[in-house]
C-alpha cells in the first residue's frame, strides 16, 4: 500500500514536535562543518529509479533514503510517533510534510555519509518547501528518470513483487498523482538549471552509463 507522504500540518502537530525534540536532542541543525550532497531522485511508477539509487549507492557511494522506507519503518518499531502515524493512515488523514521531513532530517544525521539520494521525494511543492526550509538544504540536482506511461504500466503489470497495488486500476491512478503533484516539482527545478533528466525506456545497463556520466564529479566508491 502506498502511504500518502504530502500535506498539513493541522494533522496532529504532536508528532512533530516529538520528532522536533529528536532532533534537537541530537545537537539541532544539520552539521555544517561538512557540505551535505542532496540528489532529489524522480520519476513515475515503474520508472526504474530505485534499480538505479541501488547502482549509485554501489559506484559511488551514496546513502539512498526513500521517505516512504522511513514512514512504513516508524510505523513498524512501534514507537509513540509511529503508532500515531499510523492511525492517520488508517483514518485517512494526511500525515505532514514536517513528520517526513523530520524523519529524512534524522536519517541524514544518523548516517554518517554526506552524500544522499533522496528517492521519490518531494512528491510535491509543498514537499519541496518544508524540506528546503527545515533543513536549510537545496538539492545539488534532480535526477528524473523520464520514461512513459505505456512502458511504466507494462512493467508494473509484468514485474512480480507482490504488490497489492499492481492492478490497471491504481497504476493508472499513481500515474495522475505524479503528474498533477510532482512534475511541478520537476518543472520548478528545470528553471533553476538543476534537472537531470535520464531516457529511462532503454535497459537498465544503457540507463545506468548515462547516470554514471552525471555523477562523475563525484569520486567512484573504491577510490
Given at each position: 500500500?502506498?502511504?500518502?507522504?504530502?500535506?498539513?500540518?493541522?494533522?496532529?502537530?504532536?508528532i512533530?514536535?516529538?520528532?522536533?525534540?529528536?532532533?534537537?536532542?541530537?545537537?539541532?541543525?544539520?552539521?555544517?562543518?561538512?557540505?551535505?550532497?542532496?540528489?532529489?531522485?524522480?520519476?513515475?511508477?515503474?520508472?526504474?529509479?530505485?534499480?538505479?539509487?541501488?547502482?549509485?549507492?554501489?559506484?559511488?557511494?551514496?546513502?539512498?533514503?526513500?521517505?516512504?522506507?522511513?514512514?512504513?519503518?516508524?510505523?513498524?518499531?512501534?514507537?509513540?510517533?509511529?503508532?500515531?502515524?499510523?492511525?492517520?493512515?488508517?483514518?485517512?488523514?494526511?500525515?505532514?510534510?514536517?513528520?517526513?521531513?523530520?524523519?529524512?532530517?534524522?536519517?541524514?544525521?544518523?548516517?554518517?555519509?554526506?552524500?544522499?539520494?533522496?528517492?521519490?521525494?518531494?512528491?510535491?511543492?509543498?514537499?519541496?518547501?518544508?524540506?528546503?526550509?527545515?533543513?536549510?538544504?537545496?538539492?545539488?540536482?534532480?535526477?528524473?528518470?523520464?520514461?512513459?506511461?505505456?512502458?511504466?504500466?507494462?512493467?508494473?503489470?509484468?514485474?512480480?513483487?507482490g504488490?497489492?497495488?499492481?492492478?490497471?486500476?491504481?497504476?493508472?491512478?499513481?500515474?495522475?498523482?505524479?503528474?498533477?503533484?510532482?512534475?511541478?516539482?520537476?518543472?520548478?527545478?528545470?528553471q533553476?538549471?538543476k534537472?537531470?533528466?535520464?531516457?529511462?525506456?532503454?535497459?537498465?545497463?544503457?540507463?545506468?552509463?548515462?547516470?554514471?556520466?552525471?555523477?562523475?564529479?563525484?569520486?567512484?566508491?573504491?577510490?
Amino acid at each position: 500500500m502506498e502511504t500518502n507522504i504530502d500535506s498539513s500540518t493541522d494533522n496532529l502537530p504532536g508528532i512533530v514536535c516529538a520528532f522536533s525534540n529528536k532532533i534537537q536532542d541530537d545537537n539541532g541543525a544539520l552539521p555544517g562543518d561538512k557540505k551535505i550532497t542532496v540528489v532529489f531522485v524522480l520519476g513515475g511508477p515503474g520508472s526504474g529509479k530505485g534499480t538505479q539509487c541501488s547502482k549509485i549507492v554501489e559506484n559511488f557511494g551514496f546513502t539512498h533514503l526513500s521517505a516512504g522506507d522511513l514512514l512504513r519503518a516508524e510505523i513498524k518499531s512501534g514507537s509513540e510517533n509511529g503508532t500515531m502515524i499510523s492511525n492517520m493512515i488508517k483514518e485517512g488523514k494526511i500525515v505532514p510534510s514536517e513528520v517526513t521531513v523530520e524523519l529524512l532530517k534524522m536519517a541524514i544525521l544518523e548516517s554518517g555519509n554526506n552524500k544522499f539520494l533522496i528517492d521519490g521525494f518531494p512528491r510535491n511543492e509543498e514537499n519541496r518547501t518544508t524540506f528546503e526550509n527545515v533543513t536549510k538544504l537545496e538539492p545539488e540536482f534532480i535526477l528524473f528518470f523520464d520514461c512513459s506511461e505505456e512502458e511504466m504500466e507494462q512493467r508494473l503489470l509484468g514485474r512480480n513483487q507482490g504488490r497489492d497495488d499492481d492492478n490497471i486500476e491504481t497504476i493508472r491512478k499513481r500515474f495522475r498523482v505524479f503528474i498533477e503533484s510532482s512534475l511541478p516539482v520537476i518543472e520548478y527545478y528545470d528553471q533553476k538549471g538543476k534537472v537531470r533528466k535520464i531516457d529511462a525506456t532503454k535497459p537498465i545497463e544503457d540507463i545506468f552509463e548515462d547516470v554514471k556520466a552525471i555523477f562523475a564529479a563525484f569520486p567512484a566508491k573504491d577510490e
